[in-house]
T-cell receptor
């Protein structure tokens, strides 16, 4: 158990809908990262927040957004969902910024029908 | 941007034998190289990492080597056991923007 929690574990929704994925980092970690894992694209970095501020952006679509709250939990919002958004979404946390170890949560499996 | 290539995509070894997974990276500014193990239905688990000021690091049956000149790094698992069966990912990071770029993964099968 990495200490990172994610909810929900599974999510099934229809095209065009909006969903919110939630992540709680390990106790004491200030950085949260979001990744998408699909069969054809592997693990893709989406976005990072550090202590409430956006720190780095990867291949995140404009339909996707994230935020980190004062209690350091983070939410990833996915809107206007398409079939191709079906994937595993992982959250990871690290103690700070820079090349620190990232610890992954168990993931949320999103299925768009 | 950084690109990480990982080989092989699938690897089968007899229980007790050694397994080696190799990765190359493109950006010489990369300075942090973690390895993750992902079991079915779980998130990636950090198993070992190495920084660019070190050539080799060992942790029990797992070792990682780094050749900065060639931009290669490898994971070595000795005395493999059934519980080593999983997908292994190498990754590289430059640190300045905190992005970790992952390889495509290696599915390791330990044969009885």
């Amino acid at each position: 158990d990495s200490g990172v929690t994610q909810t929900p574990k599974h999510l099934i929704t229809a095209t065009g809908q909006r969903v919110t994925l939630r992540c709680s980092p390990r106790s004491g970690d200030l950085s949260v990262y979001w990744y998408q894992q699909s069969l054809d694209q592997g693990l893709q970095f989406l976005i990072q927040y550090y202590n409430g501020e956006e720190r780095a952006k990867g291949n995140i679509l404009e339909r996707f957004s994230a935020q980190q709250f004062p209690d350091l939990h983070s939410e990833l919002n996915l809107s206007s969902l398409e079939l191709g958004d079906s994937a595993l979404y992982f959250c990871a946390s690290s103690v700070a910024t820079g090349t620190y170890e990232q610890y992954f949560g168990p993931g949320t499996r999103l299925t768009v029908t | 941007g950084e690109n990480v290539e990982q080989h092989p995509s699938t690897l089968s070894v007899q229980e007790g034998d050694s397994a080696v997974i190799k990765c190359t990276y493109s950006d010489s500014a990369s300075n942090y190289f973690p390895w993750y193990k992902q079991e079915l239905g779980k998130g990636p688990q950090l198993i070992i990492d190495i920084r660019s000021n070190v050539g080799e690091k060992k942790d029990q049956r797992i070792a990682v080597t780094l050749n900065k000149t060639a931009k290669h790094f490898s994971l070595h698992i000795t005395e493999t056991q059934p519980e080593d069966s999983a997908v292994y990912f190498c990754a590289a990071s430059m640190g300045r923007d905190d992005k970790i770029i992952f390889g495509k993964g290696t599915r390791l099968h330990i044969l009885p």
